[in-house]
């Protein structure tokens, strides 16, 4: 840690500055503390940087590293965990309508001292929504994301540029899909865990859904084409299929619904039995991508 201190200010406290450096990556997979000090006499290192990979924890106690990149910085990866958190807020580092170009937000966690693998985290949720309106990706990994990042997504109401949505330890309903879908009309590819209807659905019939999606809803997204599900020990893989059928139905331009390997023949299976009923029979052709994609 003590090389990462001197990147940035000499032996003798003053500031070194890297008028040129576009990209800046760090990685270290085991924790080490931090001893780099805080620095006050630093503005910014990195005047130009762009791209910022921080794949192991902050070196620092403040937001040097942060400081000056403002109206540069485009893409953002770093572990996050209780410390990093807390930092950003005390220094405010994404407040302010700061860093107004990034378009690419990745946070993960890499160890388990501060921040237990796969621990749900309120303030990771408000973390991971407290950047740029423009951002068109944003990832978490490794950090299980409560569905109320849906609600919470609705009520910043900014993330109308949203192309990708990946967090992949989220347990998301058809519901919150839905309402996700209308708040982020831009929206893509979206990973997240699979885990029923949810409530605006609890009271329709199963065989009824294809029509409340074809009539309610259709179109419910002119770009949705990916959903990559995850899939809960304890529901039924035919859940799953036919939430990527329901996509089909809305979702002109959905072709592609991923799950794990060792389920796709099974998925494919309750595809083809699903095609078979009356509801679903009239859009057989167009489920046909399902079943030769996964």
Not at 82 to 101: H, S
Not at 151 to 180: K, N
Request: charged fraction near 20%.
């Amino acid at each position: 840690m003590d090389s990462i201190q001197t990147l940035v200010q000499s032996t003798s406290g003053e500031p070194i500055v890297f008028p040129n450096l576009l990209k800046l990556s760090f990685s270290c997979w085991h924790y080490l503390e931090s001893n780099c000090k805080p620095t006050t006499n630093i503005t910014g290192a990195f005047p130009r940087l762009q791209s910022m990979y921080l794949n192991m924890d902050y070196p620092f106690k403040d937001d040097t590293l942060f400081r000056g990149t403002s109206n540069t910085l485009e893409y953002l990866s770093m572990n996050v965990n209780t410390e990093v958190i807390e930092m950003a807020q005390k220094y405010k580092v994404f407040g302010g309508n700061k860093y107004p170009n990034l378009r690419a937000f990745r946070i993960k966690n890499i160890n388990t001292r501060l921040m237990r693998p796969g621990a749900p985290s309120k303030a990771a949720t408000k973390f991971a929504l407290s950047v740029s309106s423009k951002l068109e990706i944003l990832a978490v990994e490794d950090i299980a994301m409560e569905a109320t990042i849906v609600p919470s997504i609705v009520e910043h109401g900014h993330m109308s540029s949203l192309q990708l949505l990946a967090i992949p330890d989220a347990f998301l309903t058809l519901s919150h899909i839905v309402v996700l879908l209308e708040q982020t009309p831009m929206l893509t590819d979206l990973h997240c865990h699979y885990t029923g209807v949810g409530t605006l659905f609890e009271c329709v019939e199963d065989d009824q859904l294809p029509v409340v999606f074809a009539q309610k809803y259709a179109p419910l997204s002119n770009n949705f084409r990916v959903l990559q599900l995850g899939h809960w020990g304890n529901t039924d893989i035919a859940v799953v299929a036919r939430c990527a059928m329901l996509m089909v139905i809305a979702c002109p331009r959905f072709t592609y619904a991923s799950v794990s390997s060792h389920l796709r023949e099974k998925m494919r299976k309750c595809i083809l039995e699903l095609m078979s009923h009356d509801s679903f029979i009239q859009y057989a052709a167009r489920f046909e991508t399902l079943l030769y994609r996964g």
